[in-house]
């Protein structure tokens, strides 16, 4: 039997691609984007008053949402608008050089000289004029150093892309963002490792394979490796404790152990099997002491009853 809707004078309207992430949706995810549809824009508090659920929940749902390009907030409508009034650094372009200026001033500088012989051994390219005025910008304008670019040039030969206008974008990314020295560089980089390090674990884990991470997900797993600190160990308990659970696996069911755990400052996978131990002995305790008092309160209840039966047969 084939079911249809019933349109009447009015009907919803959802993006044809919805259909395409249905199956990796839940039904809260469901929900909120019927009430998106019905209601139009609205933000986390209001869908929680309409749905009756909690503003976290709602959120993570629209964080969903957002990832899979089915909704996009009006922040970043407006920040789209005026990206072009907010260059944070200036194009290379503005300050290119000739073949000849730049082997002067490789001449006169022999650090600069140094950078681009390294940055070229590096990406395993001879750099053209126009890579070369990348490399200058680099140094001259953006003022990082020797150590910085070729970190930077590793970070990118490692990420694939051996481009300068790459090398070029993700500086001025990074600068924009703060990390414009060596030290924050060399930080970024092993948070950044540690977390691509998680990813691929939390992939093989669930089975998530290549696709793209949903914002909810990557917030998950930024909160268990820089937030948390947590070790594959800790990700595998929890995971295997999930699972002896719950049927099918939820990366916010395995937040909510590993939040648990982080709250109680369980770090080891030895604390973690002890705080398991004594959970399933307080759960039995529990169901013995209530089992105990139920007989206990029906023995009373018993005696009591034979009592009076007895006073009655004597008073007769």
Known sequence: MKYEFILGNNALILPGNVKKH?????????????????????DEFDLSEKLGMSPSAVKESLSFWRGTGIIK???????????????????????????????KIC??????????????????????????NV???????????????????TYCKNRGHITLRYLEKTAIGLCDRGIDNTERLEAFLK?????????FYIRKLFGMGERALTPAEMKYIKTWCSDYSLSKEMLEKAYNQMMGRIDKPSM?????ILS??????????????????????????????ENSSFDIDE?????TSRGKSSEKKEGK
């Open 22 to 42: 249905l199956k990796n949706a839940t039904g809260e995810d469901t929900r909120v984007l019927v009430a998106l549809a019905a209601y139009g824009p609205s």
């Open 73 to 103: 907030s009006q922040t970043e409508t407006e920040e789209k608008t005026e990206e072009p009034k907010k260059e944070k650094a200036p194009e290379p372009e503005s300050y290119s050089y000739t073949g000849e200026e730049i082997e």
């Open 107 to 132: 001449r006169d500088n022999q650090e600069l000289r140094d950078i681009i012989n390294q940055a070229q051994e590096i990406l395993g390219k001879s750099f053209s004029t126009s890579e070369c």
């Open 135 to 153: 490399i200058v910008y680099l140094y001259d304008h953006l003022r990082l150093d020797s150590e910085y670019i070729w970190m930077l040039c």
């Open 191 to 199: 948070e950044e490792g540690k977390r691509n390090d998680v990813e």
């Open 252 to 256: 916010k069911y395995m937040d909510t």
């Open 260 to 289: 648990s755990w982080h709250r109680e400052s369980i770090d080891t996978p030895d604390k973690a099997e002890e705080s398991q131990k004594n959970f399933k002995a307080q759960k039995k305790s529990k169901k013995e002491k």
């Open 299 to 303: 023995f009373f209840a018993l005696a």
